[in-house]
């Protein structure tokens, strides 16, 4: 690529960060909105985790995931976190039941 090409790619590149910043903006303000439901900002919260993963694919190509990576890391991270709420507060004794 000649330099002309270069900053042409550059100019792209900054175009396409400055609406994934919108995006973001936009999803952020979505999930602070009461009334659409768990399902509504579930979608808004993996739409948030989607856009900051292609801004790093953008910037550091090498350190970015796959789609599935992403959607996989986020489905372990969502168990682990229900698994945390189910567990009893610190220093809460949970009596098992006995038929």
Avoid: W, Y
Avoid at 12 to 18: D, N, S, V
Avoid at 70 to 92: K, M, S, T, W, Y
Wanted: aromatic residues 4%; proline residues 4%; charged residues 25%.
């Amino acid at each position: 690529m000649n330099s002309g090409e270069l900053k042409m790619v550059e100019v792209k590149r900054q175009a396409l960060l400055g609406q994934l910043k919108a995006a973001e903006a936009g999803v952020r303000a979505g999930l602070d909105v009461q009334g659409f439901g768990n399902i509504a900002r579930a979608h808004l919260e993996r739409a948030l985790a989607h856009v900051q993963e292609a801004r790093i694919a953008i910037n550091e190509f090498n350190r970015a995931r796959t789609v599935q990576q992403l959607v996989d890391d986020l489905l372990r991270l969502e168990q682990a976190c229900n698994e945390f709420r189910q567990q009893p507060p610190p220093g809460v004794t949970v009596k098992s039941q006995r038929p």
